[in-house]
């Protein structure tokens, strides 16, 4: 099922057109047509195909996808036009991510306070490792958006940004530099939100998200 529908999310059986018959599927995957029959299934619960009378199994318009299904996340960002869907993130975590910082300096308590700031400490010592360090970042963010108590909002950026993390240009090739920016950047969200200006702490998010991504992002793309 898995290669099916990333077939289907990467073009390979653009919308409109039918599968291939089960027995020929069942020829494809070496697989029963028990097996293609529970996968057709699981693709018309994610939006990708549906039955038609005398069409067979169709692929349909990518309006009627589940595009949070991590599955099909997966795909999108593997796609030849993929760093549309990556700019379409970093407007989501903007989205998000602001009003997240905003509730966290509203919402900071004492605990949260030594834990976020432990947290900043400890990366300021992964400034030369730079899979360390973005691991970090992470973590970073997590702990705003669990301060936050938006667990909707967490769960959407943690479920999309999981997939495009795979994507090499999502993730850039950051040098020292880009790294220092970005914990300045990251000193800027923890002032703010310890300070307890909400306003302060998005519009830092705001400016961390769109600065960074300034910088990963490929060129001439």
Same mark, same amino acid.
């Not at 990708?48 to 997966?74: A, E, F, M, Y």
């Not at 834990?115 to 970073?140: K, P, Q, V």
């Not at 310890?194 to 769109?210: C, K, P, S, V, Y």
């Given at each position: 099922?898995?290669?099916?529908?990333?077939?289907?999310?990467?073009?390979?059986? =653009?919308?409109?057109?039918?599968? =291939? =018959?089960?027995?020929?599927?069942?020829?494809?995957?070496? /697989?029963?047509?028990? /097996?293609?029959?529970?996968?057709?299934?699981?693709?018309?619960?994610?939006?990708?195909?549906?039955?038609?009378?005398? @069409?067979?199994?169709?692929?349909? +318009?990518?309006?009627? @996808?589940?595009?949070?299904?991590?599955?099909?996340? #997966?795909?999108?960002?593997?796609? *030849? #036009?993929?760093?549309?869907?990556? %700019?379409?993130?970093?407007?989501?975590?903007?989205?998000?991510?602001? =009003?997240?910082?905003?509730? $966290? $300096? #509203?919402?900071?308590?004492?605990? &949260?306070?030594?834990?976020?700031?432990?947290?900043?400490?400890?990366?300021?010592?992964?400034? %030369? #490792?730079?899979?360390?360090? $973005?691991?970090? +970042?992470?973590?970073?963010?997590?702990?705003? *958006?669990?301060?936050?108590? &938006?667990?909707?909002?967490?769960?959407? /950026?943690?479920?999309?940004?999981?997939?495009?993390?795979?994507?090499?240009?999502?993730?850039?090739?950051?040098?020292?530099?880009?790294? %220092?920016?970005?914990?300045?950047?990251?000193?800027?969200?923890?002032?703010?939100?310890?300070?307890? &200006?909400?306003? $302060?702490?998005?519009?830092?998010?705001?400016? *961390?998200?769109?600065?960074? @991504?300034?910088?990963?992002?490929?060129?001439?793309?």
């Amino acid at each position: 099922m898995q290669n099916l529908a990333m077939a289907i999310v990467t073009k390979e059986y =653009p919308s409109g057109t039918a599968l =291939p =018959p089960a027995g020929t599927l069942c020829e494809m995957f070496e /697989v029963s047509r028990t /097996v293609i029959r529970e996968a057709t299934t699981a693709l018309a619960e994610k939006g990708l195909v549906s039955t038609r009378q005398g @069409w067979g199994t169709v692929v349909l +318009d990518q309006s009627h @996808w589940n595009l949070l299904d991590p599955l099909i996340l #997966d795909g999108l960002f593997r796609r *030849h #036009d993929r760093l549309r869907f990556l %700019d379409n993130l970093i407007q989501i975590r903007i989205n998000l991510e602001c =009003p997240m910082a905003s509730s $966290a $300096a #509203d919402r900071l308590t004492e605990e &949260d306070t030594a834990r976020l700031t432990e947290h900043l400490e400890s990366m300021a010592g992964l400034l %030369d #490792d730079a899979e360390a360090y $973005a691991a970090a +970042d992470i973590a970073f963010h997590n702990i705003i *958006h669990q301060i936050s108590q &938006d667990a909707f909002g967490r769960a959407i /950026v943690a479920n999309i940004q999981s997939k495009a993390l795979n994507s090499a240009q999502y993730s850039g090739n950051p040098k020292r530099a880009d790294l %220092d920016a970005t914990h300045a950047a990251h000193i800027r969200i923890h002032e703010a939100i310890l300070a307890g &200006d909400a306003e $302060a702490a998005a519009a830092a998010m705001r400016n *961390h998200i769109t600065q960074s @991504w300034s910088r990963r992002r490929p060129r001439g793309e």
